[in-house]
């Protein structure tokens, strides 16, 4: 598999490994609960009852077996956890002259993305301008009073930085995020992980369940 794929597998097995232990955590599979019906305390001629209570269980597993099985899916996720990391510490990313480890271009194009650009983007959203509003004040007015009044009020917004350079920066840095996330996608379907692990890509609970049980 590549390291697409190994990628997915691990989400798969941390999902698998949550499912299960919420089976030993649930309280269904590890204890059965007796109802004792004294009938004959309430009564004469009433016979006492007893009835064991059913439960919903949505898989045939024990809570000793879920416990096995959780065992076994932690050292799975572990193993391939190693592996990815050691197929990453082989890749070698170019950013702009610079020879970056696949995590660090990984942080990289975050930046470039998450921090810069955007900053940035904002940044040329600056209009330039006069607009209008209206503001009010007090003044004094011939008998002495202090009456209210309104005024005009003109706004000019100027720019203290080369928009047209900064425009040019933020389409240079997302030309340049873009081509960082063509050579890690292309990084990572080159890169192979020979690991066979028994479990499948799309395998289900119910999947690994069966197989452990087998």
Known sequence: ???????????NIETLKIQVAEIVAN?????????????????????????????????????EEAIKLLDILMEKKALL???????????????????LAYDSAVEYN???????????????????????????????????????????VELKTESLVNLQDTKKKEKAYRKLA???????DEAKLATKIDLDLGIELNDTLDDVIEAFLR
């Open 27 to 63: 309280m269904d599979y590890a204890t059965k609960v007796t109802e004792a019906h004294l009938k004959s305390k309430a009564g004469e001629g009433l016979e006492d009852e007893t009835v064991i209570r059913e439960v919903d269980k949505a898989y045939e597993i024990t809570t």
């Open 110 to 152: 975050k930046s470039l993305r998450d921090v810069v650009i955007y900053r940035m983007s904002r940044l040329n959203r600056i209009k330039e301008g006069v607009t209008k509003t209206t503001a009010m004040s007090h003044r004094f007015n011939a008998e002495g009073n202090q009456i209210p009044y309104r005024y005009d």
């Open 178 to 184: 873009d081509e960082v996330s063509t050579k890690l």
């Open 81 to 99: 956890s190693s592996a990815i990391e050691a197929a990453k510490h082989n890749i070698k990313i170019e950013v702009n002259g610079l020879e």
């Open 1 to 11: 598999m590549n390291l697409v794929e190994a990628c997915k597998l691990a989400r």
